[in-house]
């Protein structure tokens, strides 16, 4: 089992629609949890962390199950500039810090 | 105001030919790390420096070195560039390690992409 797995996508949906990510992780001891976005030939910027209890950042809201060990984020009324691929990050108890990265899920939003 | 920088963005070399990659940070951030990243595929970590301390990821070839001489440069040297070794490399940097606690999220730098002829 991979350590970080996303549904590369991609996903097409229409302006204004809700759309939803899931990413599982393998390691029950990761403790650390984000999303980031990457541009077509960008650098990943950091998104917004995932904390326990749940959070929201305007259209974006995150959460994490850890007894089933995976993280969602839900994005709601899409516009044309969330087209790029999510990235699902987990940091690992332990571990350096070291940063673990799925492949990314693509998205792109049509008008 | 960038706050990770790396040079030059984009970096042509030829096969066997050293090349050195820049990252430079404005963040007084304690760790420095260093990605590769193919296309469609995940950043992959070569190694990283928590102040001076280098730490080295076990599968990360002994043709890709690194050196940080102060707080702010850190420099990827490939030392003979091979043609698998083209692609996007990304600095990034976090104030502390993060698996001892607390989100530690990375800032990335806008990447350079290398090109071997």
């Known amino acids: 089992r991979k350590e970080v797995e996303q549904d590369p996508g991609p996903f097409n949906v229409p302006e204004g629609a809700t759309v939803a990510f899931n990413c599982t992780y393998s390691n029950s001891a990761s403790q650390s949890f984000f999303w980031y976005r990457q541009d077509c030939r960008k650098e990943p910027k950091l998104l917004m962390s995932?904390?326990?209890s749940g959070n929201e950042d305007g259209r974006f809201t995150a959460q994490l199950n850890r007894a089933s060990q995976y993280i969602s984020l839900l994005i709601r009324d899409s516009k044309l500039s969330d087209s790029a691929t999510y990235l699902c990050?987990?940091?690992?108890?332990?571990?350096?810090?070291?940063?673990?990265f799925g492949k990314g899920t693509k998205l792109s939003v049509k008008p | 105001d960038a706050m990770v920088i790396q040079n030059p963005r984009y970096q042509v070399t030829q096969f066997g030919k050293p090349v050195t990659l820049s990252c430079s940070q404005t963040?007084?951030?304690?760790?420095m790390y260093w990605y590769q990243q193919k296309s469609s595929q995940a950043p992959k970590l070569l190694f990283h420096?928590?102040?001076?301390?280098?730490?080295n990821e076990a599968d990360t070839p002994d043709n890709f070195q690194s050196r940080r001489p102060n707080t702010s440069f850190c420099f990827l040297d490939i030392r003979s560039p091979g043609l698998g070794d083209a692609a996007m490399y990304l600095c990034a940097t976090s104030r502390d390690l993060g698996g001892g606690g607390g989100n530690q999220p990375q800032h990335f730098g806008d990447g350079t992409r290398l090109s071997i002829l």
């Open positions: 990050v987990v940091n690992m108890r332990g571990s350096q810090g070291n940063l673990i």
């Open positions: 963040l007084n951030h304690n760790v």
């Open positions: 995932v904390y326990s």
């Open positions: 420096y928590y102040d001076k301390d280098f730490n």
